[in-house]
C-alpha cells in the first residue's frame, strides 16, 4: 500500500529563516506526491504537486519541494519562512489501488514561526 | 468562484445519536470525496463519488456510516448511532472531472464539521 511519513510533529523556525518540513515516501510504481497546508478551522488547501519532470517543484506562496528518488523523499522548502506559514502541512500520495484520486495522508506537521 | 461548502461546522452529540453533515461541491466538479480528520491524524477517505457513483468506500464504517450523493451534485453524511471515537473533523472535497488515470486534479478541501461525541 502507498504511505508518506512525516517524522517531524512540529519544527520551529524563525522568521526569515529557511524552513523545511520533511516527507519520506512508500510506494509500488510511480509516485504522485502533494503537499497541503491546513490554517486553524479551515480546510486544507493545496500547495504543490510531483507528478513527473523535475525534481524541484514550485508552489503557492513561495513554498517549493525537492523529490529525491534515491532517498524517498519530498521535502518542502522555503527560503524565508513568514509569521503567516505557521500552520499544519501534510504531505500526501496517490494511491492507485482503489479509486484513481484517492490521497493517502501523511500526519501533518506543525510548523511554528516566531517573529 | 465559490469553495466547498459545509454545515454544519460545529456539532455536539450524545453516543448512540444520529448526525448529518452536509456538502455542496464547486460548480461542475464530478467528483467528491469525504475525509475523516481525527486529531492528530491526517485526514482518512471515507467516501468517494463520481457523480452520483460510489467509487471508493472501502474504509467507510458501513454499520453506521451513510453517504449520499443522489443528483450528482450536493451530498450527505450520515452517522447513526454515534460512538465516542467518531469525533473528529469531517472534511468534503471535490475535484473537477479527470482525463484518465494517469491525469491528477487538485482537491478542493471545505471548512469541514467539527463533531464532538460525548
Known amino acids: 500500500a502507498q504511505s508518506v511519513a512525516q517524522p517531524e510533529d512540529q519544527v520551529n523556525v524563525a522568521e526569515g529563516n529557511p524552513l523545511t518540513v520533511k516527507c519520506t515516501y512508500s510506494v509500488s510504481g510511480n509516485p504522485y506526491l502533494f503537499w497541503y497546508v491546513q490554517y486553524p478551522n479551515r480546510g486544507l488547501q493545496f500547495l504543490l504537486k510531483y507528478i513527473t519532470g523535475d525534481n524541484l517543484v514550485k508552489g503557492s506562496y513561495g513554498f517549493e519541494a525537492e523529490f529525491n528518488k534515491s532517498q524517498t523523499s519530498f521535502h518542502l522548502k522555503k527560503p524565508s519562512a513568514l509569521v503567516s506559514d505557521s500552520a499544519l502541512y501534510f504531505c500526501?500520495?496517490?494511491?492507485?489501488?482503489?479509486?484513481?484520486?484517492?490521497?493517502?495522508f501523511g500526519t501533518g506537521t506543525r510548523l511554528l514561526v516566531s517573529p | 468562484e465559490a469553495g466547498v461548502a459545509q454545515s454544519p461546522r460545529y456539532k455536539i452529540i450524545e453516543k448512540r445519536q444520529s448526525v448529518a453533515f452536509w456538502c455542496n461541491p464547486i460548480?461542475?466538479?464530478?467528483?467528491l470525496y469525504w475525509y475523516q480528520q481525527i486529531l492528530g491524524q491526517g485526514p482518512k477517505l471515507l467516501i468517494q463519488?463520481?457523480?452520483?457513483?460510489?467509487?471508493?468506500d472501502s474504509q467507510l464504517p458501513k454499520d453506521r456510516f451513510s453517504a449520499e450523493r443522489l443528483k450528482g451534485v450536493d451530498s450527505t453524511l450520515k452517522i447513526q448511532p454515534a460512538k465516542l471515537e467518531d469525533s473528529a473533523v469531517y472534511l468534503c472535497?471535490?475535484?473537477?472531472?479527470?482525463?484518465?488515470?494517469?491525469?491528477?486534479?487538485?482537491?478542493?478541501f471545505g471548512p469541514g464539521t467539527r463533531l464532538t461525541v460525548l
Open positions: 472535497a471535490s475535484s473537477p472531472p479527470g482525463t484518465g488515470l494517469g491525469s491528477y486534479n487538485e482537491q478542493f
Open positions: 460548480s461542475g466538479h464530478a467528483t
Open positions: 500526501a500520495v496517490r494511491d492507485m489501488s482503489v479509486g484513481f484520486q484517492k490521497l493517502v
Open positions: 463519488f463520481q457523480n452520483n457513483g460510489v467509487v471508493d
